[in-house]
């Protein structure tokens, strides 16, 4: 069993991009999924050319399970953004399998609760950072995404990231592969936009 230790936050701008080390492309479906976070997600991964990226390989897929464990709060940091309440959705118990790409196709074929996000590695202290830039019904949204040794280790927090989304259901990735961003409502689409900076 594994644990993922995650803070979320959405992103404004493009700062972000001259940390970019690696770049691959994402499709993801949801087999099963639940509110209080539990998720049997399938995904399919093609490493994507570009600068400073290695060069394109073979398809890769996993097969993981995910469900929330704890509610630690984190340490206070030096973030500029507001630290999640309680430290919900902090801490995730993971069960990650790898699984042939044939049979990750024939998976997701089950599910149209999809989505595709071109994911970003970066070159950042204080944690493995990740920032996913959202594709189809999902655009314009971009997240970034920061894996932690401890639910309390402190998170200087990049300028370019603004509103947290550690906790919020609505905006998880199995949320969105159910309910995408196009579909929202207006004032609810207009409102995450403006955090965006796109409006």
């Known amino acids: 069993m594994g644990v993922e230790i995650e803070r979320r936050f959405l992103v404004s701008g493009d700062g972000?991009?001259?940390h970019v080390?690696?770049?691959?492309?994402?499709?993801?479906?949801?087999?099963t999924s639940s509110p209080g976070g539990f998720t049997l997600r399938v995904r399919l991964s093609h490493e994507a050319g570009g600068p400073g990226t290695t060069p394109a390989a073979a398809a890769q897929a996993w097969l993981?399970?995910?469900a929330l464990v704890s509610a630690s709060a984190p340490a206070t940091s030096s973030a500029s953004a507001a630290e999640p309440q309680a430290g919900e959705g902090l801490v995730r118990q993971e069960f990650e399998y790898?699984?042939?790409?044939?049979?990750?196709?024939?998976?997701?074929?089950?599910?149209?609760?999809q989505l595709r996000?071109?994911?970003?590695?970066l070159d950042l202290a204080g944690g493995d950072w990740v920032v996913d830039v959202f594709e189809g019904a999902n655009a314009p949204l971009v997240v970034?995404?920061?894996?932690?040794?401890s639910p309390d280790q402190p998170v200087a927090v990049p300028p370019w990231c603004g509103l947290e989304l550690t906790g919020r259901h609505e905006l998880s990735n199995a949320a969105l592969a159910h309910?995408?961003?196009?579909?929202?409502?207006?004032?609810?689409?207009?409102?995450?936009?403006?955090?965006?900076g796109s409006i």
């Open 98 to 113: 790898p699984i042939p790409p044939v049979d990750a196709v024939a998976l997701l074929a089950l599910t149209e609760r």
């Open 117 to 121: 996000k071109r994911r970003h590695g």
């Open 64 to 66: 993981t399970l995910k």
């Open 144 to 149: 970034a995404e920061v894996e932690l040794e």
């Open 21 to 31: 080390r690696w770049q691959s492309e994402l499709q993801q479906g949801y087999l």
């Open 179 to 196: 309910e995408p961003f196009a579909s929202w409502a207006e004032p609810r689409r207009r409102g995450l936009l403006q955090a965006l």
């Open 16 to 18: 972000w991009r001259a």
